[in-house]
């Protein structure tokens, strides 16, 4: 088994709580990275993460617990700005993100920060999320994903989510743009995980196998759409599919994507490339389990589950 490199952000969210009949904010740490590269590591997954994280307190606590976590944190680079904050409110169980925070400490990681060797090195490379809409990260994220492969003439296996925030984005001309960005992942990603919402913004496509659809014909290997309770859109080479999710009691869905692309990665990294939709389709059904689970708990990196939660929750998956 391979090692996969996470490039993004990680952050604290502040997430709208109820304490004795007052409104709170509950601070937990996160961004989607950071939660997939955390959901990686508690599934027995070998993670490393490269990003940037404040000088602060807040810094440091983040830095504690990704070492806590097993994520191996020697792509990470400290920052003289304070850490970014993501005020998190929600409608039932679906979170809604305002950020504060400039210049933001997520996306301070430039070029000449990386270790290619480290980069080309792993079975899996993910990147997407918020931080590719700021500088230098995006030219850090773009020479990651171009770089040659390593010595054993072998290359990552490309994961990419582009995350979308609405409120990161104030006008046509931003989602516009966005829209060319992701597309230039999306064409040479082995997979793609995005979510209903994210191609409702992205393309105005409320089916999610016609985005599925154009993403696959821009080149990307896999298209995996997550769709809520209802489950996941499935589409490869070879066909697509629907997959159901698993009922759940669930009480926060802050993480559940990113525990999905955790999921899928950690499948990639024990059972290597897939050969087409049916393997898609098994990988995808263990993911929506976890991220089932995921919103039982209380959101974001801490709510990311191991082999043992799963096995008590459902049995052998």
Known sequence: MGYAMVMGEAL???LEADLDGAQVYR???GGAPLNVAVGIARLGGDARWAGTLSTDVLGDRMAAFLQAAGVDGQGVRRVAVPTTLAVTT???AEPTF???GEPPS?????PADLDLPLITGAAVLYTGSISL???PFRSAARAAWSAAPDATGSAPLRVFDPNVRPTLLPDTAAVNALRDLTEEFFATADLVKLSSADAVVLYGEQDPSAAAAHILALGAGAVVVTCGSRGAHVAAADGATDIPAPLVQ???ATGAGDSVMAALISRLLTDGRPEGLADWTGHVRFALSVAGLVCERQGGATAMPTPSDLRARWGDL
């Open 250 to 252: 669930a009480i926060d």
């Open 106 to 110: 997520y996306a301070l990681l430039t």
């Open 12 to 14: 604290i969210d502040l």
């Open 90 to 92: 929600f409608e039932g």
């Open 133 to 135: 809409l700021r500088e």
């Open 98 to 100: 305002t950020f504060y």
């Open 27 to 29: 601070q937990a740490i």
